[in-house]
């Protein structure tokens, strides 16, 4: 099956500073979401990306579907990122709703 | 427009008891995921269900099925439970009809489940 590997599994900023992860995928996928947990473990949906650019305030993702890895860029971190950041991807094409997760990015916004 | 809902939010069980959990989707979605998230195995698919019917299962025993209703709500089920089925379980809805339809999905707050 499909894997999804998201780098790194740990992250630590300052609160402004920038990052990027990373979301790399073993096959062609015909969906790719990017989402946040929050400390109630809400999954906030923050972009659908199969493939491009997108922005969100701060937020903004980018996948290349043709090298299979997506990144999500977070500017002027704020504590309130704080959480666990999801990639996951529609490993068969056709699938009838099946996402695939990777492990997540922790990351941890310091004052 | 409402977003997913997922009732109890929190649950306590016994070892061996039954347990029904609830979802209902963002109004017009039909297409209903239902997902299991722990610690050590990370978030995992359980089963997908569009117009009354499973389309997709997970790798998961028989104790865990579900069903889903005329008005798109879904329900899974737990039998007999075991101390690794505490999990926290996720409900997600979609507008995907066909299947390749490009979609994206959108998630419930989840229920709790602790079993003891």
């Known amino acids: 099956g499909i894997q999804v590997e998201q780098s790194p599994p740990d992250l630590i900023l300052q609160e402004g500073a920038n990052s990027t992860l990373r979301c790399n995928f073993s096959d062609s996928v015909n969906n790719l979401q990017w989402f946040h947990q929050n400390p109630w473990g809400q999954l906030i949906n923050l972009f659908y990306i199969p493939s491009g650019t997108k922005q969100n305030g701060r937020l903004s993702a980018t996948t290349v579907a043709t090298e299979r890895y997506s990144l999500l860029y977070i500017s002027s971190s704020q504590t309130t990122d704080s959480g666990v950041y999801f990639c996951a991807v529609d490993p068969d094409g056709d699938s009838w709703g099946k996402l695939q997760f990777g492990a997540g990015t922790q990351v941890v916004v310091t004052p | 427009k409402a977003g997913v809902t997922q009732t109890p939010r929190y649950l306590i069980k016994t070892r061996g008891q039954q347990v029904t959990l609830s979802c209902s989707p963002i109004?017009?979605?039909?297409?209903v995921s239902w997902y299991q998230q722990t610690p050590g195995q990370g978030l995992q698919f359980l089963f997908e269900y569009f117009s009354e019917t499973q389309r997709n299962k997970g790798n998961f025993p028989g104790r865990f099925s579900g069903r889903q209703f005329s008005n798109s709500r879904s329900e899974m089920n737990v039998s007999t439970l075991e101390l690794g089925d505490s999990a926290l379980y996720l409900c997600?809805?979609?507008?995907?009809?066909?299947?390749?339809?490009?979609?994206?999905?959108?998630f419930g707050p989840g229920t709790r489940l602790t079993v003891t």
């Open positions: 109004s017009g979605h039909r297409s």
């Open positions: 997600a809805s979609s507008s995907k009809t066909f299947g390749t339809d490009p979609y994206e999905q959108y």
